[in-house]
């Protein structure tokens, strides 16, 4: 006769857990309540190693990342600097030589050419100020080329600066003055084919480059450049004129504005690992195991670097029942996370993916997971887990369906990869660990059925 025992096992992914006693793992998620037999067990190893995956796009982002900042939990620098194109409307060509007014052509007059960018966000100390300068670009960045967080445009020329003088919520802006020379060079070919449109006054001026004048221990900042809240972030050209007064003594002085939005963009992201001796080993197609860094599994989007898991004894687990086991439902949590929320904001990806690994433990292409069995009563759909800023948590994701398949040997039992969502136009970072060591674990809760 064959009896069908129900068993949840809890198993806390720390990083190696021969070193726990059956009787001490995961005895803080046993509820007191708990009515199915409960077994704990140390049999099942996790592996979690840092790996660091291919370049990653940073293509048109709403937001531009400058500065430098330096990350104290990790030992790491990291630094940012921001492209774009700008564009203008397609219309008749501007012609900022005259105006009309009521019938009466008066010449115009060139003040000045300025920039305005709103931030939004920081990453590091964002008291320290930070001087930015913004250069012309002289490669033209191209609408058909993908860019990546490696890549980067020549600019030699200086065209203006601006002082973020710290975190000042009396000012969200940074206002950069741009150099005479550019504004009169945009004003003298007023009327001319390169207002004519977009295509033309990219030729004539390919774009701009953002940058910290130097790296020191401050805060990558965020700027908005589609600016939701109004429509002030841009390059804009002042002018004026002067006009009789109604009453014919003097002159009314009249000041107009020229707008040039953003356009086509990416950023350039940099991560210093080098006083991180684990870290600083992190390359692509080289893995780190998380305990030669403290513990500390680190998942960074911006930089590509992720976390793969691995459980080299699953199928020794399911072969120990003779392969009579089922896994009715497999619930991966993230409760709590790091909150970092002081001076220094860290905030975690907004989302977290889970995607099979190759043989060589690099993400497979278009290999996202599917979150559940239908034995859990659930419609498949891709295995991601969501921050929850509220609780400072992620929403958990069901993995059933792929221990299952690694234990009864349809799929290679190569572990999986956690990778920061497509944002990677953020300095947002993700760290967890065992609860002995750092006190944000990740953690695994099994139910399975075996027959015997």
């Not at 199915?36 to 099942?44: I, K, M, R, V």
């Not at 050419?113 to 008291?127: F, H, I, P, Q, V």
């Not at 050209?237 to 009314?252: A, C, I, L, S």
Request: aromatic share 14%.
């Amino acid at each position: 006769m064959k009896f069908i025992h129900s068993i949840l096992a809890f198993f806390l992914l720390a990083l190696l857990f021969s070193c726990e006693t059956a009787r001490d793992l995961g005895t803080d998620l046993q509820g007191e309540n708990q009515l199915l037999e409960t077994a704990f067990t140390d049999t099942l190893t996790v592996n979690a190693y840092i790996i660091q995956m291919d370049s990653v796009s940073t293509l048109n982002s709403t937001d531009m990342l400058v500065g430098s900042c330096h990350d104290a939990i990790l030992n790491a620098n990291y630094y940012a600097e921001g492209y774009s194109k700008m564009y203008i409307l397609e219309r008749d060509s501007a012609n900022f030589s005259y105006v009309w007014y009521k019938g009466v052509k008066y010449a115009t007059v060139y003040d000045s050419l300025s920039m305005s960018l709103r931030y939004k966000t920081y990453a590091g100390d964002s008291t320290i100020p930070q001087t930015f300068d913004v250069y012309r670009l002289s490669e033209a960045l191209k609408d058909s080329t993908p860019y990546f967080n490696n890549s980067s445009l020549e600019a030699t020329e200086l065209i203006g600066s601006a002082t973020f003088k710290g975190k000042d919520e009396k000012s969200k802006y940074l206002f950069f003055k741009l150099k005479d020379d550019l504004g009169r060079e945009f004003f003298s070919k007023s009327g001319g084919k390169e207002f004519l449109n977009a295509e033309n006054f990219s030729e004539m001026f390919k774009g701009i480059k953002i940058k910290a004048r130097e790296r020191k221990n401050a805060a990558v900042i965020s700027l908005d450049l589609i600016d939701e809240d109004s429509a002030f972030s841009g390059m804009y050209m002042h002018y004026h004129y002067k006009r009789p007064k109604t009453d014919g003594v003097g002159d009314t002085l009249v000041g107009l504005a020229y707008g040039i939005g953003f356009g086509w963009r990416f950023n350039h992201f940099e991560n210093d690992f080098s006083n991180n001796p684990a870290l600083a080993r992190v390359k692509n197609g080289v893995a780190v195991n998380s305990k030669d860094n403290n513990g500390i599994c680190v998942i960074q989007p911006s930089s590509g670097i992720g976390i793969r898991l691995e459980i080299p004894y699953l199928r020794n687990f399911y072969q120990q029942f003779n392969g009579q086991v089922s896994f009715q439902r497999a619930v991966l949590s993230l409760a709590p996370i790091e909150a970092s929320l002081n001076s220094h904001w860290w905030l975690p990806p907004a989302s977290i993916r889970l995607l099979y690994a190759n043989a060589d433990g690099t993400p497979m292409r278009n290999g996202s997971i599917d979150s559940t069995l239908p034995t859990e009563g659930d419609s498949r759909t891709t295995a991601t887990m969501y921050f929850l800023p509220n609780g400072w948590s992620y929403t958990d994701v069901k993995i059933s369906g792929y221990l299952q398949a690694v234990a009864d040997g349809t799929i290679n039992n190569n572990g999986f990869i956690l990778k920061g969502s497509d944002q990677e136009n953020s300095v947002n970072r993700l760290l967890f660990n065992n609860a002995k060591t750092y006190p944000f674990p990740l953690k695994l809760q099994i139910y399975y059925t075996f027959s015997k």
